[in-house]
């Protein structure tokens, strides 16, 4: 039995859903903890495209067990859609189970994440607009409505009267807007809850049930470290903790449970939304990993910025998920640049900084020092070995595991399940 975290080291989009889709053949549970629909998960399967915002990727596995955790917060409607799609595309839903203390993403959350980024003005997170942040502001002044809430009818009404007031006096006194009616907000949640109640349940009593059964668990993380909110770049940060130790209480395991850490790493920076991003390149290089990497948002379509390996992040990453091994992602779209970039240290004034500063306002300040690696013209799309790989794309994995002290196990040289190199002992 060993149970293990996938975690993203970077701002999210590290092509975890990739990395999970794989580690996931080896584990017979597959949880989420954290984070909402902000997240996008592409995975191809048998050459067909899922795109997930929350439902795990375990799901493409039908006789896996998939869980959405309590630490979530949810979109009872996105998520019904997301399992309709599934459903169309013929995935089973009966090893799916969903906790009743996942807090739900509510209609004024969405519109309080637009208003709130609108009054910030100059200072904006560029968030999803998914409503993320402010569900997570209700459940941390205890008036969040629970998936639990859903099954009983009148608790919910009772909830969702009283948040509903508090809401509505907001949204018309501090931003003059229309109120939600009750009635029309309830009815269509009871709704969706009718249709998720058959999911719906204490979820860590399962999973300690299974974890004493001997079975596989993986956790899977959304978003990634730079964007947690007390280890990432605050405040351009998500809502919730992305971190490794944050599986235990987003999912009930106690944290002496987790045997593995794996960090998931592109094999250059990318980011969306605002915020400091050291080694960003707004020229032609970092525009040709864009084109290459396809580095648009599943969530949002936006455009990401792309730059170059930040080792000093990665180094931080690693130190606060307690990361055990490395997936490398995305080797393949570093070619056709002569020389890679990769930032070694940062210079401020005459210092030079080999860790990441703490103080995100020194992070905006900085200036990378890069260590300049030879580039590839070959397409690495069908290596399959270490060794098939060019001696400068080894020479790439080689520095950052001597960097970092930590081994690169998997090598992701394409978008496809196979297209993946496995090194030492990844399972
Ligand atoms: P929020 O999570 O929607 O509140 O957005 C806060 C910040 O996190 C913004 O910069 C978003 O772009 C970023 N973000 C949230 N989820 C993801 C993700 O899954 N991938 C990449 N960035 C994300």
Redesign the pocket.
Same mark, same amino acid.
């Given at each position: 039995m060993t149970v293990s975290a996938v975690i993203?080291t970077q701002?999210?989009?590290e092509g975890k859903g990739k990395v999970v889709d794989m580690m996931a053949g080896q584990a017979q549970v597959i949880v989420r903890f954290q *984070?909402?629909n902000?997240? !996008?998960h592409t995975v191809i399967a048998e050459g067909e495209k899922f795109e997930l915002h929350l439902i795990p990727s375990g799901i493409l596995y039908p006789e896996k067990k998939t869980v959405m955790g309590g630490g979530m917060v949810v979109d009872p409607w996105s998520l019904l859609e997301e399992i309709d799609e599934l459903r169309q595309k013929n995935i089973s839903f009966d090893n799916f189970f969903l906790s009743d203390c996942a807090h739900l993403v509510l209609p004024y959350h969405l519109i309080l994440?637009q208003l709130e980024e609108e009054m910030r003005a100059s200072q904006k997170?560029? /968030? $999803? %607009?998914?409503g993320? *942040?402010p569900a997570y502001v209700d459940k941390a002044a205890r008036r969040g409505l629970r998936m639990g809430d859903l099954l009983h009818r009148e608790r919910l009404a009772a909830r969702l009267q009283a948040a509903l007031s508090y809401h509505n006096n907001i949204l018309e006194k501090a931003f003059g807007r229309e109120p939600y009616s009750y009635q029309e907000l309830f009815n269509s949640l009871w709704e969706a809850g009718q249709r998720l109640a058959p999911y719906i349940g204490s979820t860590t009593l399962l999973l300690d049930r299974w974890r004493q059964e001997g079975l596989n668990i993986l956790f899977e993380g959304?978003? !990634?470290t730079l964007?947690d909110i007390d280890h990432g770049t605050y405040p351009?940060? $998500? %809502?919730?903790n992305t971190v490794a130790g944050a599986a235990g209480p987003g999912a009930g395991l106690g944290p002496g449970r987790i045997d593995r850490v794996i960090g998931v790493t592109k094999a250059y920076q990318t980011? &969306? !939304?605002?915020?400091p991003f050291p080694t960003e390149d707004p020229g032609p290089e970092g525009d040709k990993l864009r084109k290459d990497g396809g580095e648009y !948002? &599943? /969530? /949002?379509g936006?455009p990401r910025r792309c730059g170059w390996l930040d080792l000093p992040l990665l180094r931080h990453a690693c130190r606060v998920n307690g990361v055990d091994w490395l997936a490398l992602t995305k080797i393949d779209v570093l070619r056709g640049h002569p020389q890679i970039r990769v930032a070694t240290g940062y210079q401020v004034g005459e210092d030079k900084l080999e860790e990441m500063p703490t103080d995100t306002d020194l992070l905006q300040k900085i200036e990378p020092v890069y260590e300049m690696l030879p580039g590839w013209e070959e397409d690495l799309i069908n290596c399959r070995t270490f060794e098939d790989l060019p001696a400068n794309a080894q020479q790439y994995v080689q520095f950052i595991e001597e960097q970092l002290g930590l081994p690169i196990q998997l090598i992701g040289v394409g978008p496809q399940r196979q297209q993946i190199i496995t090194r030492g002992d990844w399972q």
């Open positions: 993203g701002w999210g989009d *984070g909402g902000n997240a !996008g994440d997170l560029g /968030t $999803t %607009s998914r993320i *942040g959304a978003q !990634g964007l351009y940060v $998500t %809502s919730s980011r &969306v !939304g605002e915020g !948002g &599943v /969530t /949002t936006r």
